[in-house]
């Protein structure tokens, strides 16, 4: 989920038999699919994430996504996170990437933040950095571990490992988990 250009799809090709990748953007599809012909995998499929009957429940043996939640607002992502569960087989696996907090000092944190919010601050932040006056500032979301637990819990995964990642500055968790049968644990 959020394949982007695919490069975890291409890693994944010659592991599995089908590999689906889903993005948000018509233009990471396109770059996906150029590099699916440069490589010479048949056995990936590249779709928009907004088509629901790619994440329809119990379809997926398997169901990754990396740095592409922090990026969606946060109730969205919850809702993905349910849906990207829901959509793993009784006893298939996950593995999903989520934000937690900031690594870095506070008041870096505050003066970013307030550089991001304050779009004067943040077209000089921009011309400062070569970019154009205008670009927009990236979304950094961070998500509450205990609610993302629980969301874990109601789609019927009581057994997970989490890594923490620390990605330029922000702490990650990369939860990796099996989906049980309801009632019970595998």
Sequence with gaps: FGCGVGRITNALAPHFEKVIGLDI???????????????????????????????????????????????????????????????????????????????????????????KTTPVLRNIGNLLTGRPWNYPAMQMNRYSVQKVIQIFSECHVENFTVFRVDNWGTIGLFIFFRKAPPGSSI
């Design 25 to 115: 953007a018509p233009g990471m599809l396109a770059e996906a699919e150029r590099g699916n012909a440069k490589y010479g995998f048949n056995n990936i499929e590249y779709d928009s994430s907004f088509n629901s009957d790619r994440l329809r429940p119990e379809i997926y043996d398997f169901v990754h996504t990396w740095i592409v939640l922090q990026h969606i607002p946060i109730a969205t992502g919850e809702n993905i996170i349910r849906t990207l569960i829901r959509s793993i087989k009784i006893g298939g696996v996950g593995a999903i990437h989520l934000t937690i907090a900031d690594s870095r000092l506070r008041a870096g944190v505050l003066m970013k933040n307030a550089i």
